[in-house]
């Protein structure tokens, strides 16, 4: 289902783009328009990350944004309220990111059926390798969510056979080594790992870690079928406020017309 | 079949994709050590010319009159190279790490001797090394930050989180994500993913198995009772794996802080505030709230503030063979006050949570039984913090007037 949803948005435009928040930074309010500026500016897909204490695969900049959201008092529950928010009021798919114990407390079944209630679409959870996501799979697949797995330049191909097999709606791309946040050198590098990747699934593949300017999009038109932006749009909300944000996110690829 | 890398339903590899690969290269290098009896022996050689194994089992003497119950037996892991049992971890990754021929080394630090340890055993090797340090750690172990600077490591402050134990090892991921390609973590203690509990309880037995050797050719008989301090739990483990096939109580202390009841404690498995997660690449029992997140813990021992335990012990406690209690801060400056005076010896405040309990079981047990408790490291490294809790005054005005001396210049 989503996959059709992104191919079909793919006629439309070569590389789309998904964008990535930490829900309740800097608070829910700010996170809601962060959300609005990103549909309106024609993002196609979003990940909303529920903060979570521990975030080990994430570098300093989201790494803070998870530490703030929740001084600032953000619960689990508050970010699922959220998330059943923007996906009533905007007509695009929204994922769930988080790490894997936030989920266990929850109870595994119990969060996929209230995300699928939340009218949600899919969750990405980095610290959930598929040889530890027996429940997570079942939980999944009986809410009818799409749980999007990760590969990396590391990934073998047998590997990468494994993973994409039990993932649904896009395959995350991670581009190269390190934690979020990182500079990514957009080389031919990249071009035989995601040339590999595209190999071992007929699935979406979003590229993620760095994607950060015009330049980085650009490279991935052709190569990948999402770009996907995380620590950059928040660096911009610091920087700039919400108000940053869309004209940001419009500079990323030619307006559609063109 | 278990899976691999799971005691009961604790343990297991929860790691990003980008460290399969790493884990995997790690997996088969620990294996091949394992099945390799050389590797053993040049580890035992290791450990007997650079870091003075085996270490004794001393038999406290006035401990045991004080108490006029059990003999009390001390086995000694403070005379370790470095002043503590994280020396045996240690050496053995390291030698670990030549095989697999990497040429860094990263870890985490609470107390500080793991710290230590890890850039002793880089000098040694010759590999580079950084060492994640949470910032209030830093400032309660500030001579051990010293000497990693002095061995050449470099000591990154940790600055975000609760800013201890579990937030160095965190960042440690982080460093290791994007340098595994050269760079080994050595995990300080028996947590983390697969195979960290199992490797590292695999270099913590020799204190087990010199410590039966020990006990029997000493007394001739087994123990009663074992006591260890349980932090990550790698000293506890490491004693504990001598006795694990036989008739001898072991007892696990873990940190009780201010007390259980105050919630300022760091005991996962001694009260009931812990419950099942998954965090820091593994499973066990956590400190954390209802939502999952990961909460705030105390203890004078930096060396057991930590919100997680090893995903072994998680499996024993649950199995009935490992019992655990609780030691508070007060307790703990207590007993170490009397190990000092009647023996001589000076455990860290780490050790000293094990001293407390075996003293208030000691009595109720019979001189014909034999107890030993695992020092697990020595106390020097805690000189600001103990002068602290003895509210020593010529101690503080020794520090008044260096700072002086330091101003004026
Ligand atoms: C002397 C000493 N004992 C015990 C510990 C606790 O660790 P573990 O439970 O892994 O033995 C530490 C940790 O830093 C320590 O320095």
């Known amino acids: 289902m989503l996959a059709e949803t992104l191919r079909a948005k793919q006629r439309e435009r070569e590389i789309l783009l998904m964008t990535h928040i930490v829900m309740g930074y800097p608070s829910f309010d700010d996170s809601l328009r962060v959300v609005e500026a990103m549909v309106e500016a024609g993002v196609e897909i979003m990940e909303l990350q529920i903060p979570f204490s521990e975030p080990i695969a994430d570098g300093p900049v989201i790494l803070h944004a998870n530490q703030r959201s929740l001084q600032a008092g953000s619960s689990v529950e508050r970010c699922l309220a959220f998330g059943e928010e923007v996906a009533k009021r905007f007509d695009i798919p929204f994922l769930l990111m988080s790490y894997y114990n936030i989920l266990f407390k929850y109870g595994v079944d119990a969060f996929a059926k209230r995300m699928a209630e939340a009218g949600l679409v899919g969750a990405i959870v980095p610290d959930l390798p598929p040889e530890e996501a027996d429940e997570y799979l079942a939980a999944m697949a009986a809410h009818d969510l799409a749980p999007v797995f990760i590969l990396s330049p590391s990934t073998t191909d047998e590997r990468m056979a494994r993973i994409t097999r039990v993932t649904k709606g896009l395959v995350y791309c991670v581009a190269r080594k390190g934690v979020t946040g990182q500079d990514t050198s957009f080389s031919d590098d990249l071009d035989s790992y995601l040339a590999r990747c595209r190999a071992a699934t007929d699935l979406p593949l979003a590229l993620g870690f760095g994607v950060k300017d015009r330049a980085d999009v650009d490279f991935l038109r052709g190569r990948a079928d999402l770009a996907v932006i995380g620590t950059q749009t928040i660096r911009v909300v610091e920087e700039q406020g919400v108000e940053g944000v869309k004209p940001f996110i419009e500079g990323l690829r030619p307006p559609l017309s063109a | ?409």
Request: proline fraction near 4%; aromatic fraction near 10%.
């Open chain 2, 1 to 409: 079949m278990p899976e691999p890398g799971y005691y009961g339903q604790f343990g297991g590899s929860f790691i990003p994709e980008i460290l399969v690969a790493t884990f995997e290269e790690l997996v088969q290098a620990f294996e091949q050590a394992k099945a390799d009896p050389e590797f053993w022996n040049t580890y035992l050689k290791l450990m007997g010319s650079y870091s003075c194994r085996p270490t004794p089992l001393t038999y406290a003497e006035n401990l045991t009159r004080h108490f006029g119950g059990a003999r009390i037996y001390i086995k000694r892991e403070d005379l370790n190279h470095t002043g503590a049992h994280k020396a045996n971890n240690v050496m053995g990754q390291g030698l670990l790490v030549k095989r697999m021929g990497k040429g860094r080394v990263i870890a985490e630090t609470g107390a500080g001797q793991h710290g230590v340890a890890t850039a002793t055993m880089a000098a040694k090797f010759g590999f580079d090394c950084t060492i994640y340090m949470g910032e209030i750690d830093v400032q309660r172990q500030r001579p051990n930050v010293f000497w990693m600077e002095r061995l050449g490591a470099t000591v990154i402050p940790v600055t975000e989180g609760t800013r201890t134990l579990k937030d160095a090892i965190n960042e440690a991921f982080r460093d290791w994500v994007s340098a595994m390609d050269d760079t080994h973590y050595v995990l300080g203690t028996a947590c983390g993913p697969h195979p960290f509990p199992e490797m590292v309880t695999w270099f913590q037995s020799i204190i087990g198995l010199e410590a039966r050797r020990q006990v029997l050719e000493e007394t001739g008989q087994l123990p009663a009772r074992i006591y260890a301090c349980v932090g990550g739990g790698s000293n506890a483990m490491g004693i504990f794996s001598g006795f694990l096939d036989d008739d001898v109580e072991l007892v696990g202390v873990e940190a009780g802080g201010r007390g259980l009841e105050t919630g300022a404690h760091a005991a996962r498995l001694a009260s009931s505030d812990a419950s099942l997660g998954v965090a820091q690449g593994y499973k066990t029992f956590f400190l954390q709230d209802d939502d999952g997140q990961m909460k705030e813990t105390h203890s004078v021992a930096a060396g057991l503030d930590y919100v997680g335990v090893s995903p072994i012990l998680s499996h024993l406690k649950e199995t009935g063979r490992v019992r655990f209690s609780a030691a508070t801060d007060t307790e703990v400056v207590d007993a170490l006050s009397l190990t000092i005076r009647k023996e001589g010896l000076i455990p860290a405040l780490e050790s000293a949570h094990g001293f407390v309990q075996a003293f208030k079981e000691a009595p109720t047990l019979s001189h014909d039984d034999v107890i030993i408790i695992n020092q697990s490291g020595r106390g020097d490294k805690d000189i600001f913090t103990v002068a602290d809790a003895f509210e020593d005054p010529g101690w503080k005005q020794f520090i008044r007037d260096k700072a002086k001396e330091y101003d004026a210049r």
